[in-house]
Structures are given as C-alpha cells and as structure tokens.
C-alpha cells in the first residue's frame, strides 16, 4: 500500500508542481500585457512659411531644405512655423496622450519669451503617427525669434517622451 501510495503521491506531486507551473506562466503573460503604455518623439521638423502658408515651393526634400534656408535667412518673407513631429506609443494607453509644445525666443526686458501649445493625440495603429502645431499670423509676429523649442508627449501627468533642440 506504501508502494502505491508513493507512486501515486509523485504523480500528485507532479500535477501540481505543473499546475502551478501554468498557473504563474498565465500570471506573468497578463502583467505584461497590463504595463502602461511607453511612447517616444521621434522627429521634430521645425519648418519656416512663406506668405502663402508653404514650407516648399515643390514635394523635393532638397527643394524644401533650400527653401527653407532661403526664409531663414529673409525673415520679412515667412508667415510663422510649423513644427511637424513625429511620434509612437506601444501598449495600451491608461489615461489621455497629449503633445506640448514649448518654445523660448528672445528675451525683452529680464525674461525670454515662453509659449506653450498642446493637443490632443490618439493612437492609430502600430507605425508611427506625425501632428502639427503651427504659430501663424500675428501670433508669430507677436512672438519674434525663435530661439529653442522642445515637444514632449504626455500619458496623463506622465512624460512618455522628448525631443529638444540645442538651445534648450
């Protein structure tokens, strides 16, 4: 009776060695799949706009890089900026995603210029997604000279990801 009892207390033993096996494997699978979102800013673009609201004159990226040297260098010719970014979350998102854009210019009196612009953004598929902040019209006149920029993705109150210029 020990003879049997023994065997069949491995095989118990066994089963359950293997069932909480299982059991810690499909505990360990759904925390991973329960992590927080992480995100990143891959690019930023800032890009200069002429009169009529164009950052090119044709599709070329050479073009668009002469272009762009071009209205750097005659300023009376540019209508505001446009920073394009580029940006890429993985997991599920617990609270509302949000790009902010700050950007510094010239100091009059004791302090630099600060803005600050944000929106709202919503994951569309696994790839990488871009959106836009424009500062036009008599907001960038208002303004002046752009100094230093930096874009930052939030989830909630939570910094997922920056991209700064030098200056910053």
């Known amino acids: 009776m020990s003879v049997e009892f023994g065997a069949r207390g491995g095989y118990l033993s ?14 360990l699978a759904t925390a991973v799949c329960a992590q927080a979102a992480t995100g990143r800013v891959i690019k930023v673009l800032p890009q200069f706009l002429d ?3 164009r950052n ?47 950007v510094r210019g010239i100091a009059r009196g004791d302090f630099p210029r ?22 036009v019209g008599r907001e960038y006149e208002d303004f002046g000279s752009i100094t230093a920029w930096r874009v930052t993705l939030w989830e909630g109150d939570q910094l997922l990801g920056e991209q700064r210029s030098y200056l910053w």
Do not use: I
Not at 18 to 27: D, H, K, P, S, Y
């Open 51 to 53: 009169l009529k609201g």
């Open 56 to 102: 090119s004159l044709t599709p070329s990226l050479q073009e668009r890089d002469t272009y762009q040297a071009y209205l750097r260098d005659h300023t009376n010719e540019c209508s505001g900026m446009r920073f394009n970014v580029q940006w890429k979350t993985k997991g599920q998102p617990a609270a509302p995603l949000k790009l902010r854009l700050e």
């Open 114 to 135: 600060q803005l600050t612009l944000e929106s709202p953004v919503k994951r569309r598929g696994w790839f990488s997604q871009w959106t836009w902040f424009a500062l």
């Open 14 to 27: 066994c089963m359950r060695r293997l069932c909480m096996g299982l059991l810690a494997a499909v505990w």
